[in-house]
């Protein structure tokens, strides 16, 4: 029988970095997303994870540009309100199903599984860190704009990031 683990927010952030104008990084995180886990055992082999992140919780500390990133131009949050994720496989790595902006595709990402202890309320949790990299053309992100000097505003490449926590079920 499957063990569910919950993820605990006020322990988790998703966070992202893309390069601006060819010469520095933006970063970014979404404040409102969810996860759990379904896991044989605590060496969670086998364990199937699920992940929905609310687009319109995207913040990159810019409040033009995080709405030209929810705007059709990008994420179209109002028409595609959620970024899911499902897995397929986990080791040290993840690999799983990533729909963004209405369109599926296969990722995998590096995890680094932190270990399990019990909180001071009894709560026994579980701690993974992850990170990989995407390319948002192919999830239809398309909007750039040519520099001057050359290059392009935005890069296709995104990197993501998670630490993450979650609770165990009774």
Do not use: C, Y
């Not at 990170?131 to 239809?140: L, P, Q, S, T």
Request: glycine share 8%.
């Amino acid at each position: 029988m499957a063990t569910k683990w919950n993820l605990d927010p006020a322990h988790s952030e998703i966070t992202f970095k893309v390069k601006h104008m060819m010469i520095s990084n933006i970063k970014g995180n979404f404040t409102n997303f969810n996860a759990e886990i379904d896991a044989d055992d605590d060496t969670f082999a086998n364990a199937k994870t699920t992940a929905t992140i609310q687009v319109d919780s995207i913040s990159t500390h810019n409040a033009d540009r995080d709405n030209h990133l929810k705007s059709a131009e990008f994420f179209n949050a109002e028409a595609n309100p959620t970024i899911t994720f499902e897995s397929t496989a986990l080791n040290n790595s993840i690999t799983g199903n990533l729909t963004i902006n209405g369109v599926t595709k296969p990722v995998t990402l590096d995890v680094d599984f932190g270990g399990i202890n019990v909180d001071p309320w009894g709560n026994t949790k579980a701690g993974f860190s992850f990170e990989g990299k995407i390319n948002r053309k192919d999830f239809g992100l398309n909007w750039n704009a040519a520099l001057e000097a050359g290059g392009v505003m935005v890069s296709e490449d995104v990197k993501i990031a998670g630490e993450l926590q979650f609770v165990k079920q009774a």
